[in-house]
């Protein structure tokens, strides 16, 4: 970075609040430069190191590392470097115990505006020896880091295309994303190795390029390293093998864990659509090709694979065709590899709101499903956290096994239980009784009591009670017309003070408060 700029480090586990800052102003006009951005004090040690900026700006609540053992260390370790704190109203207390470390000074949030900012910064600034060697704070121009951080965030900027034509003299542009996965820590490390070597391979071989195709290091994003290509427009082909000889040494040498290059576009304006719209996308297909570590946009869809039919998979469930039903959804999953039409986010919302459905349905037909009702998050937990269709796919199949045992389970030994509950759904309302039910049934009424107590975890009498409840739950809140008198003779009950000691006793509190509840 140069030297004449006050270099600015911003601290803050709030992403919006650090490109609220970094988008604030046009730093470089005003004598400053973004050194870079942490989302705690730990990240900021190791950019400190790399970086040496004058003034760090930093928050004080923090997880990981907060602010106030972030000032305490570089005080200690870095006397030089001045801290402007961060604050709300609320941290008072520890914005008073930060200044007995030596920081600067400190800024409300609520009242971050521009000009105030500012002119915290340059006041501490204007204190600062090291600064004074150079006119820091006279008319810069824009430097053209600034000015590609400006347009990779999707932010407006002034620059003038001649000012960059030295920095990029080709008519055609590429960018090269690499996704080094959860590893931050070691990220610098790998953007070191990832931009040695492309060079390297720009400059040894005359089948790459032939030394005129220019690479340009982009700041770091969300664990993706990415770099910028000035290439001739007959050139494609050649960075194509660039990338794919990366690709190779990257993967044997554990820097990353894939490699995304973008179709060649012909502007700087278009770099945050082609990172944020087609480059972050492409890497997002990568969970449906786990075998291809390089992902290329050659600008052309795959178009659209066969869609899933909802409306015959509710249908198949809610007409006990759980087999078709299973078999659809398997059929479905099974297509998705090497599709790129689907994101995998919206696929494993969709394979869990699927899963979410069976179960519903299964207890809805009292089916023996509770322990598959209790499992159903950690089924939730392990599609979230698949990294690539294959998991997925193989955590559908143990699901739909454990729910065909359940029907297998449910049909042989359950099927007269299953039938008495739903006619017991039906029927809630009118005079209901265990005599009833038994002649129905062709049952001896002590018989039934019996048998229906064997057979699921309420007796008789309570699982009547409380599918009349939950029905009256139902009326008590949507049909505020209606007296609880008239709800209590609705669900079946002929006696109101008896219904509203059942209420009580199964809700915790009487019908009358849970409907102002």
């Known amino acids: 970075m140069d030297a004449t700029f006050c270099k600015l480090l911003v601290v803050d586990d709030e992403m919006l609040v650090r490109q609220g800052i970094i988008h604030l102003l046009d730093w470089e006009s005003e004598g400053f430069q973004i050194a870079g951005e942490a989302a705690n004090g730990r990240e900021a040690l190791e950019l400190i190191e790399a970086q040496r900026p004058h003034i760090i700006l930093t928050d004080i609540v923090m997880p990981v590392m907060d602010g106030e053992e972030l000032i305490r260390l570089v005080k200690r370790m870095h006397p030089e470097i001045e801290v402007i704190v ?20 400190y800024i409300l949030k609520p009242r971050l ?71 931050s820590a070691a990220a610098g490390r790998k953007e070191e190795w990832l931009e040695s070597s492309i060079r390297s391979l720009l400059q040894g071989s005359g ?60 502007g700087l304006n278009d ?5 944020a719209d087609e480059l972050v996308r492409l890497l997002d297909r990568r969970f449906f090709l786990p075998d291809r570590k390089l992902l290329v946009d050659r600008g052309e869809g795959s178009g659209p694979g066969p869609a899933f039919d909802h409306e015959a998979f509710t249908g198949e469930l809610s ?32 394979l869990c709101h699927s899963l979410f459905q069976i ?24 599609i979230h956290e698949a990294k690539h269709i294959g998991e997925a796919a193989a955590r559908l199949e143990l699901f739909l096994q454990d729910a065909t045992e359940c029907l297998t389970q449910s049909r042989s030994g359950s099927s007269v239980i299953q039938k008495i509950m739903l006619y017991i759904d ?13 002649r129905q049934f062709h049952f001896n009424p002590s018989y039934l009591s019996n048998y229906f107590a064997l057979h699921n975890k309420e007796g008789f009498n309570e699982y009547l009670n409380r599918v009349r409840i939950e029905k009256a739950c139902l009326l008590l809140k949507e049909q505020e017309g209606l007296t609880i008198s008239e709800i209590s003779g609705m669900v079946g009950y002929s006696d109101h003070s008896y219904f509203t000691r059942v209420f009580r006793k199964l809700m915790g509190i009487s019908p009358s408060q849970y ?3």
Not at 226 to 246: K, S, V, W, Y
Not at 426 to 438: I, M, P, Q, S, W
């Open 207 to 266: 089948d790459i390029g032939g030394g005129s195709i220019v690479v340009r290091r982009l700041p770091q994003q969300d664990g993706h390293l990415r770099f910028l290509f000035n290439l001739p427009p007959d050139h494609r082909e050649a960075l194509l093998t660039l990338a794919e000889q990366i690709c190779s040494a990257g993967i044997r040498a554990n820097m990353f864990q894939s490699l995304a290059l973008s179709r060649v576009f012909n």
């Open 319 to 350: 007409r006990q065709e759980f087999d078709l039903a299973f078999g659809r959804l398997s059929a479905y999953v099974a297509s998705m590899p090497g599709r790129m039409d689907t994101g995998m986010f919206e696929f494993k919302s969709f």
């Open 113 to 183: 505006e521009p000009q105030s900012l500012l002119a915290v910064l340059k006041k501490t600034a204007q204190r600062m020896p090291q600064l004074q060697q150079g006119a820091w704070g006279g008319d810069k121009r824009q430097s053209a880091d600034y000015v590609l951080d400006k347009l990779l965030s999707g932010y407006p900027v002034e620059y003038g295309e001649d000012e960059l034509k030295p920095l990029f003299p080709h008519a055609c542009f590429a960018m090269l994303l690499a996704d080094t996965g959860d590893d």
């Open 271 to 275: 770099l945050h659509s082609i990172y």
């Open 359 to 382: 179960i519903g349905m299964l207890l809805h037909f009292h089916y023996e499903a509770r322990a598959l009702d209790e499992s159903k998050y950690e089924f939730f937990r392990a």
């Open 515 to 517: 409907r102002k509840g």
């Open 426 to 438: 039906a029927h809630y309302a009118t005079g209901l009784t265990l005599t009833e039910v038994a």
């Open 86 to 105: 961060l604050s709300s109203f609320s941290e008072f207390e520890y914005v008073r115990s930060t200044f007995q470390s030596g920081v600067a000074d």
